[in-house]
């Protein structure tokens, strides 16, 4: 009943996708149906989409996010508006925060996400969507969802305690934008370390105030035991990522790890900011926080920031390819045994050969 009202810039109804297998593996190119936007709703195409751990996690199974097209970071351009209010919008780039602070991830989660030509933001997500600056090149733009997180773990850092000496737990891009990005967001931090969960020479004899957890879901026990070492007494043990849902850990007695981190999700912070509680090993007094995604606000700073340091942040972007390439990229990396030489991977969906 709508379709008279529906105003696009394209006519095709179908495009290219990178399309999950049942259960576990790489995504496949297919060619699937266009999304239709009813009122509310636009239909976007994507420009350049992302690729993070998280993504990967889904992939091989250690998450169950049900999105047969994942994708949740990036760029795109409103293709089709239905209601003539939004007309406005037709042509404008824009992103969407995929974590929402009423609940759980949505876009590239449960809903199918940007890692195809086009894709839905229905009207329930709309106040989700964020204009990036003009400046903003759309290679970097993937970087925005996590540099924002980036931030957030500072403002939540910074209302907690007075961090000085950091340790990142995690080489993956969040690590990596930690080391660049924490000074900005926490004036107090002095210096941030990151480290990989399988390597801990260099950092036995050293005291942080302040641990994050950035490692990936199946290495989070690990990662405890590193932090556990590197804290000192009444320092700060900040969850970013890679807890399994309903975490525990024996040596923090009586704390649900999980219900902590989600307590600041989507940029909205809960009542109490901290846990606290005293290791069974050590018996180190630790007060525990965390954080879930970021506002809209903080991805739009974490965008003018991306446009104001380019060439800071570029080096991070190991792979910026076609989605042929992605996909082969893709099947390497949640292979047996695994291969991925590289830390973030952009999919340039503007770039197709076929
Ligand atoms: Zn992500």
């Known amino acids: 009943m709508f379709s008279s009202d529906r105003i696009s810039l394209t006519g095709s109804k179908s495009h290219l996708a990178l399309v999950r297998p049942p259960g576990v593996g790489a995504p496949r190119l297919e060619q699937v149906r266009k999304p239709v936007a009813l009122p509310g709703d636009f239909v976007c195409r994507t420009l350049i989409a992302g690729v993070c751990g998280t993504d990967l996690q889904i992939l091989r199974g250690v998450r169950d996010d049900p999105a047969r097209i994942l994708g949740h970071e990036g760029v795109a351009i409103v293709e089709e508006v239905a209601a003539k209010a939004d007309q406005r919008w037709l042509g404008a780039t824009i992103a969407v925060n995929p974590t929402p602070d009423w609940g759980s991830a949505e876009l590239g989660h449960t809903l199918d996400g940007m890692m195809q030509q086009r894709f839905l933001v229905p009207a329930r997500l709309r106040s989700l969507v964020v204009s990036p600056p003009a400046e903003l090149a759309a290679d970097l733009a993937i970087l925005a969802e996590p540099l924002a997180s980036v931030l957030t773990c500072g403002s939540i850092l910074k209302r907690v305690a007075e961090p000085i000496r950091v340790l990142a737990v995690g080489r993956g891009t969040i690590g990596q934008l930690l080391r660049i990005a924490l000074k900005t967001a926490c004036a107090s931090v002095r210096d941030v370390v990151v480290t990989g969960t399988k390597e801990t020479s260099g950092i036995e004899d050293e005291t942080f105030d302040t641990v994050i957890l950035c490692s990936s879901r199946q290495d989070v026990a690990a990662a405890l035991s590193i932090g556990f070492d590197a804290l000192c007494d009444g320092g700060t043990l900040h969850l970013f990522g890679g807890l399994p849902s309903e975490y525990r850990d024996p040596r923090l007695p009586g ?68 989605p042929e390439e992605a996909v082969r990229t893709l099947r390497e990396a949640v292979g047996d045994p695994p291969v991925r030489p590289w830390t973030k991977l952009g999919i340039d969906l503007r770039r197709w050969r076929t």
Do not use: F
């Open 255 to 322: 704390v649900n790890l999980s219900e902590v981190r989600a307590r600041n999700t989507g940029g909205r912070v809960g009542r109490s900011l901290t846990e606290q509680c005293q290791t069974t090993i050590g018996h180190k007094r630790v007060s525990i926080t965390g954080h879930r995604g970021s506002s809209n606000a903080m991805l739009t700073q974490a965008m003018i920031e991306l446009s104001a340091r380019p060439d800071t942040y570029r080096p991070l972007l190991t792979i910026v390819t076609d």
